[in-house]
C-alpha cells in the first residue's frame, strides 16, 4: 500500500529490504501450524500500480512500505487514513515479483518435497541421521538410485487410508454443526465471522474443529482399546506411502485453487494476481476460496487433515516405540504431551484462529494447500518420528526442565494471544493484567474504499514486546527438541525452521501493519521498540 508516486528512495530502501530479507530467509519452506515459503517471500516485492484482478474491477493501491526493523519509517500512505490517503486501501496485495523471488519461488517449488522425503528418508534408512546420506553420497557408498531403490512406494493400503483420512475429515467438517459449544463453558464454536477482508467482505465460518478433533481421537482410543479395526502404529507403518498421498494431495488442492482463482473466484475483488504464473501459484490468487457455503479452503487445510493428523501421527509413533521397545519413553510422553497441549490449544482457540495472520492476510495457494498436507503432518512430527528410532529416556532434571520450558512457552503464547484478542473482541473494555490496557488508535481504508478503526494494544504481554507470542511459541518448540537429547540435529531442525519462519514472519507482519496502519504504526513501534526479545531484538 503506497502511494502512487511512492518516492524512488522509498522505493529503493523497500526493494532493497525485501530482498535482503528474502536471501536470509531463502531455501526453506515455512506457516502457522504450517506451511512453506511465502515467509520467505512475500517481502520480496516491489510497488506498481494497477496490477491485481484484471478486468475485475482493477486496484491502484501499491504494496510496498518500507521496512525497518524496529521503527518504520514508510509513512505508508495509501490507504492509512492520517497518512494523506492516496488510494484505496490494498494492504496485502498487489504485488509484482523480482527476480530473486521468482528464483526462491521455482526453487521451493521443486526442491521443498525433496527436502520433507530426505527428512523421512533419513530416519527410515539412515536412523534418523542427516549427515549419513551426504557421506555416503559422497564417498560413492550409495547412489542416489539405491537410496530411491530402498524407498517404499505407493500403496493401495495407503491410498485407501488416505483417502479415507481425508474424506472423514471433510465429512466431520461440512456436515456436523457444532455442538462443543453448547456444553463447553468458555468455547466458542458454531457459525462465527471472520476478520474484514481488504475488499471489505466479512466471510462466515463454521468452527467445529474441537468436535472434529474429539471425534477422531475417540474413534483411534475406540480402536486401540476395544475395537481393533486397525493396529495403532499403522501411521507409522506406512508413514512413507502416505507421504505420496499428501503430496498428490496437496498439488492437486493447490492446482485446483489456481484455476478456480483465474476462471471462478468466490472472491473476485479478493484475488491477487502478480503477473506471475508461479508466485500466484505459490501464493495464491484466491483469499478465501469456497466451495458452496461453508467449505472454506484455507480453514479446512490450515486446519483439518494437517493438524487433527498432529497428535494422532504422535501417538501412532509412541505405540511404534512400545512395539519395538517394549515400553515408552518418557521423552516420547513429553512430546506428545507438549505438543497435544498445543494442537488442542489451536481447536479450543479456533474462532481467535480467524482473526490470525492465515487466515485473514494469506491468500490460498500452494504455500497453504501444499505446506498443511505434507510440510505440517510430516516435519513438525519429526521429534516423535525420532524418539521411535532412538528412545531417549530422559533423566529426572533434563525431564522436569523440558517439561518447564514447554509449559512456561505455552503460558505465554496463550496469555499474550489471548489478550490480544480479548483487547480487539471487547473494544479495549476490559483488563489486562488487573488494570484498563492502555492502546493506540489507528484507522486504515480498505478496498472499496470504506473507513476503519481499530486499535494497537500496548498493555500486558504487547508493551513489553511486539510479537512476545511468538517468542512463547519458540520456547515451546525449544523444549519439544530438547526432549530428544542431544544424539542428532534432525530433531533440532523444527526449532531452527520456527525461528526463521516466526521472525520472519514477524518482520512480514510489521511491513503489512507499516502499509496499514502508517504513522500510527510508527507511534506503537516507538511505545514498544522490540519484538520478540525485550532488549536485545
Ligand atoms: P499475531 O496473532 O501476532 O497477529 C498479528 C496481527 O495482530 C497484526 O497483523 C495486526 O493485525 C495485529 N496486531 C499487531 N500488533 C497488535 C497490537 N499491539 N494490538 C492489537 N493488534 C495487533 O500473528 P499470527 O497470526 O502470525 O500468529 C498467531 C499465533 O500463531 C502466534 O502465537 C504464532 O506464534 C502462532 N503461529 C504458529 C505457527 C506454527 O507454524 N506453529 C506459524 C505462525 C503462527 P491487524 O491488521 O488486525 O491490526
Known amino acids: 500500500m503506497r502511494p502512487e508516486r511512492a518516492a524512488r528512495s522509498v522505493f529503493r530502501c523497500h526493494l532493497e529490504d525485501g530482498l535482503r530479507r528474502a536471501r536470509a530467509a531463502a531455501g526453506r519452506p515455512g506457516g502457522r501450524l504450517s506451511r ?262 484455507k480453514l479446512f487445510f490450515n486446519g483439518r487433515p494437517g493438524i487433527v493428523a498432529w497428535t494422532l501421527i504422535n501417538l501412532s509413533f509412541a505405540a511404534k516405540q512400545q512395539e519395538l521397545h517394549g515400553h515408552v519413553t518418557n521423552s516420547m510422553v513429553l512430546v506428545n504431551v507438549l505438543q497435544a497441549i498445543y494442537v488442542l490449544d489451536f481447536f479450543w482457540n479456533e474462532a481467535w484462529y480467524l482473526k490470525t495472520i492465515d487466515i485473514c492476510h494469506d491468500h490460498f495457494g500452494w504455500y497453504l494447500g501444499w505446506g498443511d498436507c505434507v510440510w505440517l503432518p510430516y516435519l513438525y512430527t519429526l521429534q516423535g518420528l525420532y524418539l521411535v528410532y532412538h528412545p531417549v529416556q530422559l533423566s529426572m532434571p533434563h525431564a522436569v526442565g523440558v517439561l518447564l520450558l514447554g509449559l512456561s512457552g505455552y503460558y505465554v503464547f496463550r496469555v499474550a494471544n489471548h489478550q490480544k484478542d480479548l483487547f480487539r473482541r471487547t473494544g479495549g473494555r476490559c483488563l489486562i493484567w488487573g488494570r484498563k490496557p492502555k492502546a493506540i488508535e489507528c484507522a486504515y481504508t480498505s478496498a472499496d474504499g470504506r473507513k476503519h478503526h481499530s486499535q494497537l494494544l500496548v498493555s500486558g504481554f504487547w508493551g513489553v514486546a511486539r510479537h512476545l507470542n511468538y517468542t512463547g511459541d519458540l520456547m515451546g518448540s525449544l523444549a519439544y527438541c530438547l526432549a530428544c537429547g542431544g544424539g542428532h540435529l534432525l530433531p533440532y531442525f523444527y526449532i531452527v525452521y520456527m525461528t526463521i519462519l516466526l521472525t520472519h514472519r514477524c518482520l512480514r507482519d510489521e511491513h503489512r501493519c507499516a502499509s496499514k496502519y502508517g504513522s500510527d504504526w510508527e507511534r506503537y513501534t516507538a511505545a514498544v521498540p522490540y519484538r520478540l526479545l525485550p532488549g536485545i531484538f
Open 36 to 297: 512453506v515459503p511465502e515467509e520467505s517471500l512475500g517481502a520480496v516485492v516491489s510497488p506498481r500500480p494497477g496490477i491485481c484482478c484484471p478486468g475485475r474491477g482493477g486496484e491502484k493501491g501499491l504494496m510496498a512500505a518500507k521496512h525497518q526493523p524496529n521503527a518504520p519509517k514508510t509513512k505508508s500512505p495509501g490507504s492509512v487514513a492520517n497518512g494523506g490517503a492516496v488510494t484505496q486501501g490494498q494492504w496485502g496485495r498487489a504485488w509484482e515479483v523480482d527476480w530473486f523471488s521468482l528464483a526462491s519461488v521455482i526453487f521451493l517449488l521443486l526442491f521443498a518435497p525433496f527436502i520433507v522425503y530426505f527428512f523421512i528418508m533419513a530416519c527410515d534408512q539412515y536412523s534418523c541421521s542427516l549427515t549419513a546420506p551426504v557421506v555416503d553420497l559422497a564417498t560413492g557408498h550409495a547412489r542416489l538410485s539405491d537410496i530411491w531403490a530402498k524407498t517404499p512406494s505407493v500403496t493401495k493400503k495407503a491410498a485407501q487410508l488416505y483417502t479415507l483420512w481425508v474424506a472423514f475429515q471433510v465429512l466431520l467438517y461440512v456436515s456436523l454443526p457444532d455442538f462443543c459449544h453448547k456444553f463447553l463453558p468458555g468455547y466458542v464454536g458454531g457459525v462465527q465471522e471472520g476478520a474484514v477482508t481488504p475488499a471489505g467482505v466479512v466471510n462466515k465460518y463454521e468452527i467445529n474443529g474441537l468436535q472434529a478433533w474429539l471425534i477422531t481421537h475417540a474413534l483411534w482410543f475406540a480402536n486401540a482399546h476395544f475395537l481393533s479395526w486397525f493396529s495403532p502404529t499403522i501411521i507409522f507403518d506406512n508413514w512413507i506411502p502416505l507421504l505420496w498421498c499428501a503430496n498428490i494431495l496437496g498439488y492437486a488442492v493447490s492446482t485446483f485453487a489456481m484455476v478456480k482463482g483465474y476462471c471462478f473466484p468466490t472472491s473476485a475483488r479478493d484475488c491477487k494476481f502478480t503477473g506471475n504464473f508461479f508466485y500466484n501459484y505459490m501464493m495464491g490468487v484466491e483469499f478465501n476460496p469456497r466451495i458452496g457455503k461453508w467449505f472454506d479452503f
